[in-house]
T-cell receptor
Framework: EPEVTQTPSHQVTQMGQEVILRCVPISNHLYFYWYRQILGQKVEFLVSFYNNEISEKSEIFDDQFSVERPDGSNFTLKIRSTKLEDSAMYFC????????????FGEGSRLTVL | GNSVTQMEGPVTLSEEAFLTINCTYTATGYPSLFWYVQYPGEGLQLLLKATKADDKGSNKGFEATYRKETTSFHLEKGSVQVSDSAVYFCALSEGGATNKLIFGTGTLLAVQP
């Protein structure tokens, strides 16, 4: 069964360092998303991506964040200069088209900023 | 803006007990409603969904009915198993071009043998 894969599963970094989280969405999917979940809090939308551009982003997704689909298969989230409050589980998701298309999620990448 | 509120956890039940996890929503328009489940060490998986009022989503013995009059989508299961232990997330989809999901805080269910 096709699945969304994410790497790394866990990354520890120092404050101020750049981090890239990687995702391989399901191959025939058209819409891509990043969500995050700070420990004990709700899953929050960060950004959606369609047709090689950002279609929507939340207030959380400030200039420190960027997304890219560099090669038609990977979908990356970059945090330029990490802060302590960026520590969270980051989930990638993808879906086909259609109004009610199900989002398929990866297992998440846990980011710990020290 | 649109939001989802679900009951606080953890919920601890004995095997074969009846489960209800409450979920209410606030939305303009007519969202689709979802329950996602996260088993330990795994990602979020769609458990069931309903796309319009009075629809009932069901899967693996779980059910939820889209109630527009009470803006609710409560999750129920008649007889839980230890293997149902997980975190359950209620979510709504706003539709539109992005169709992003808005999640509740999640409810941890622990089923004891």
């Amino acid at each position: 069964e096709p699945e969304v894969t994410q790497t790394p599963s866990h990354q520890v970094t120092q404050m101020g360092q750049e981090v890239i989280l990687r995702c391989v969405p399901i191959s025939n999917h058209l819409y891509f998303y990043w969500y995050r979940q700070i420990l004990g809090q709700k899953v929050e939308f960060l950004v959606s991506f369609y047709n090689n551009e950002i279609s929507e982003k939340s207030e959380i997704f400030d200039d420190q964040f960027s997304v890219e689909r560099p090669d038609g298969s990977n979908f990356t989230l970059k945090i330029r200069s990490t802060k302590l409050e960026d520590s969270a589980m980051y989930f990638c998701a993808s879906r086909t088209g259609g109004r009610t298309g199900e989002l398929f999620f990866g297992e998440g990448s846990r980011l710990t900023v020290l | 803006g649109n939001s989802v509120t679900q009951m606080e956890g953890p919920v601890t039940l004995s095997e074969e007990a009846f489960l209800t996890i409450n979920c209410t929503y606030t939305a303009t328009g007519y969202p689709s409603l979802f329950w996602y489940v996260q088993y330990p060490g795994e990602g979020l998986q769609l458990l069931l969904k309903a796309t319009k009022a009075d629809d009932k989503g069901s899967n693996k013995g779980f059910e939820a009915t889209y109630r527009k009059e009470t803006t609710s989508f409560h999750l129920e299961k008649g007889s839980v198993q230890v293997s149902d232990s997980a975190v359950y997330f209620c979510a709504l989809s706003e539709g539109g071009a992005t169709n992003k999901l808005i999640f509740g805080t999640g409810t941890l269910l622990a089923v004891q043998p």
